[in-house]
């Protein structure tokens, strides 16, 4: 009996480990990220391509001294949302959304990007990406700094428009 109770516990445990590494995200080039990523230099290509994916900038900028992080400039397309420090965030997000008719869109890729430091330490991004995967979107990523948005994005004068 004992021997039925040990294989039907190790039965359970294993069915538990292979549902949780089906929600986690394997990424090889950033190993300590839950969720994709994409290069700077490869979104930048897209969008001179006029590939246009979805681009959620999740930054702080809800004062004039948070601008100056960002050199009052967004990239190029992105709908800003504010951080998830916000409560209004989720809101936000689907409200852009609608208004950019991109709420039904769950085959688009979309790019999610704070960039107030490395994509490593930032708090704002994965919650997004997670909200976004729970909202029914597919091809969901983090855009890669291992610096921030001022050295890897603007300092490159890659696609930009300034920040309303």
């Avoid at 004992?2 to 294993?14: E, G, H, R, V, Y």
């Avoid at 590494?21 to 994409?38: D, E, G, M, Q």
């Avoid at 969008?47 to 400039?73: A, H, M, R, W």
């Amino acid at each position: 009996m004992n021997k039925n109770i040990f294989t039907a516990i190790f039965a359970l445990s294993a069915v538990w480990v292979t549902a949780q590494s089906k929600n986690k995200v394997v990424n090889s080039a950033h190993p300590s990220l839950n969720y994709a990523t994409i290069e700077c230099s490869e979104l930048n290509q897209k969008l001179k391509e006029n590939e246009k994916p979805i681009i959620i900038f999740c930054g702080d900028v809800g004062n004039e001294k948070d601008k100056y992080t960002y050199s009052f400039q967004k990239i190029k397309g992105a709908l800003a949302i504010g951080s998830v420090n916000q409560a209004s965030w989720k809101s936000n997000l689907q409200k852009v959304l609608v208004q950019s008719k991109e709420n039904q869109s769950y085959s688009k890729e979309v790019i999610v990007y704070c960039g107030c430091c490395s994509s490593d330490n930032c708090p704002n991004v994965e919650p997004v990406i997670l909200e976004l995967k729970r909202l029914g979107f597919k091809k969901v990523k983090g855009l890669y700094f291992s610096e921030g948005y001022l050295p890897e994005w603007h300092a490159k004068k890659y696609l930009e428009q300034p920040i309303n």
